[in-house]
């Protein structure tokens, strides 16, 4: 019914950035809240970044100030902007969203995950 397909992940050296994007498709009538989470080696998933329909957004305190969180409402997208990347920020990446049907149902969905890994 909806796919969220993620990309933008890769390999990058410590104070680097990178722009991860996810796109939903599908039978979607509108999206409510999207997120960007990740899951390192043995850890368990966190979220990094929140961002709500009408632009609002929170982050985790590991990453304020170096990612920034934005979508497109008319496209269906959101994007991750990373910068200062450091070690600790290598893990799979998920996109996240809670999106209303066009049988006007609400459910979550998670995209397959992009691999960030970041070099010392």
């Known amino acids: 019914q909806v796919q969220l397909v993620e990309s933008g992940g890769g390999l990058v050296q410590a104070g680097g950035s990178l722009r991860l994007s996810c796109a939903a498709s599908g039978s979607i009538f509108s999206i409510n809240a999207m997120g960007w989470y990740r899951q390192a080696p043995g850890k368990q998933r966190e979220l990094v970044a929140a961002i709500s329909r009408g632009g609002s957004t929170n982050y985790a305190d590991s990453v304020k100030g170096r990612f920034t969180i934005s979508r497109d409402n008319a496209k269906n997208t959101m994007s991750l902007q990373m910068n200062s990347l450091n070690p600790e920020d290598t893990a799979v990446y998920y996109c996240?969203?809670?999106?209303?049907?066009?049988?006007?149902?609400?459910?979550?969905?998670w995209g397959q995950g992009t691999q960030v890994t970041v070099s010392s």
């Open positions: 996240n969203a809670e999106v209303v049907l066009t049988t006007m149902r609400a459910y979550g969905y």
